[in-house]
Nanobody, 115 residues
Framework: QVQLVESGGGLVQAGGSLRLSCAASGRGFVINTMGWYRQAPGKKRELVASITRGGTTNYADSAKGRFTISRDNAKNTVDLRMSSMKPEDTAVYYC?????????WGQGTQVTVSS
């Protein structure tokens, strides 16, 4: 079992920056891919960015050039640095960890971008 705890959400003005962090804990697990998803009111949950254990990254088109994902395999943490933020980035952001057998989710952290 893997537990994910997110931190770093909050309120930011358009054009500003924010960093989200997620820490995974548990026993006897190896995480393959870690990622960040988001869900805005009335919309489906969508991938923002992901990163494999080997460091291969994948970004949603909306995140390219503005967001950067990174991870520390030794600490089982993943960060999402967001810059040039827009009101449409407002959503609940969820950390995700995929082991080779299961998907795990954090509880979510609210990010609000004011115009």
């Amino acid at each position: 079992q893997v537990q994910l705890v997110e931190s770093g959400g909050g309120l930011v003005q358009a054009g500003g920056s924010l960093r989200l962090s997620c820490a995974a804990s548990g026993r006897g697990f190896v995480i393959n891919t870690m990622g960040w998803y988001r869900q805005a009111p009335g919309k489906k949950r969508e991938l923002v960015a992901s990163i494999t254990r080997g460091g291969t990254t994948n970004y949603a088109d909306s995140a390219k050039g503005r967001f950067t994902i990174s991870r520390d395999n030794a600490k089982n943490t993943v960060d999402l640095r967001m810059s040039s933020m827009k009101p449409e980035d407002t959503a609940v952001y969820y950390c995700n960890a995929y082991t080779f057998t299961n998907d795990y989710w954090g509880q979510g952290t609210q990010v609000t971008v004011s115009s």
